[in-house]
């Protein structure tokens, strides 16, 4: 039971933040009744810490919680419109089959400012029903606001699990999320699967040397963050439709530590290019330095896409580390791949194997990387790389 201590000062703000109308005042001080979810929601707006959740360590009544939800990031597109980040479409595929399982509902999570119009589309991807939270200060992501929203919901509605997607943005949110209500997390999964009714959440571990299986069997909701590119999309079905629930959950400014003042768009071969990029032009050791690598940005820029690096190539400091694809780096799963000086490592092919198309160039004719690739050419890369790019910048201007 949440308890308010003799240090309340009355200041009320802990009243109007309540999602459940569940605090109010009797006197000067605040006092809480039985619609109280634990939810959380009040911590941060009282600036006396009067208010403490006891947290107990020990079991919850699992059968209580049911539903598999899928937190869906929005991303901003060019034209400065919101849009549903791809890895949502692989998290509700990956959600289905586990609701199906458990027999339970699929739930997207939707929270944002106008951002109704999306609902279709998560219905087209699986969901059966989407949560809906809309309000101005969700406009864009922060961290205070959405943790809050993630919480109340949670508490109020109970899921058995919550899947988000391992980018900055989930990677920011769950393990606040989880700590404030005291479940579990397994960060980075590149596998789920039921076991005995639980999420087993499967992800490499030591530097991958090793696959780790991770059950929460005594918290609820089970949470993970998912990889991009690792679970099968399913192919959306036009004209679903789903059950919509609108949540009003009054969001108090004074908990939003973190202001956006600006937003710039990176154009540089970025992380979250790496992960949603088309057309991957990708350096190994044989590209041997940083002027080999200028070379694959340049390729990089005719073909719009990003730079992408072998862990050998990440060692010798010629990209950063986010750049990395494979077992302990990023999994990535463009149209076109082209491995330039890579000798296809298997830890190198499983973060790139599920390409559509690979194009391998390598002056090494065994090496391995052709077997994966639909088009070799055996050669010295840093002269055809060069070569590639002329004859593209020639067809754009013919
Ligand atoms: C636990 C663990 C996790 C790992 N995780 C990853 C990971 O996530 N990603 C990853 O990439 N690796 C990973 N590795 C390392 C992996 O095993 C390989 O060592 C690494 O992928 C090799 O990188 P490379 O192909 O660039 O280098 P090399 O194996 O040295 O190959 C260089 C290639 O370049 C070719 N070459 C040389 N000069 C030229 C030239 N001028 N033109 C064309 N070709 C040329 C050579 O023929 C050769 O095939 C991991 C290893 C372990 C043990």
Redesign the pocket.
Known sequence: MLTISDECIGCTKCVKVCPFGALFMEGKVAKVNESCTLCGACLQSCSVNAIDIPRTIGTVDISAYKGVWVFIELLDAKDGKKQIRPIGHELLSAGKGLAAELKEELCAVLIGHHVSGMIDKLASYGADKVYLVENEMLQDYNTDSFSAVMCALVSQYKPSMVLYPSTYVGRDLAPRVATELFTGLTADCTGLSIKNGHLLQTRPAF???IMANILCPEKRPQMATIRPNVMKKNPPVAGAKAVIVTVNIPIDKSIIRVKTVKKLIDESHGIEKIDEAKVIVSG???M?DRNGFKLLEELADELNGAVGA????IDMGLKPKPH??????TTVSPTLYIA?????????LV?MESSDIVIA????PD?S?FNVAKYGII????AIVPRLTEALKNRKKA
């Open positions: 530097g991958g040397n190994g050791r044989g041997k072998s862990r050998a190539a990395q694809v494979g077992q302990s780096g330039c000086g890579i000798s296809g490592a298997i830890q190198h973060g160039i390598n002056k090494n090496a990387i050669g010295d890369a840093h």
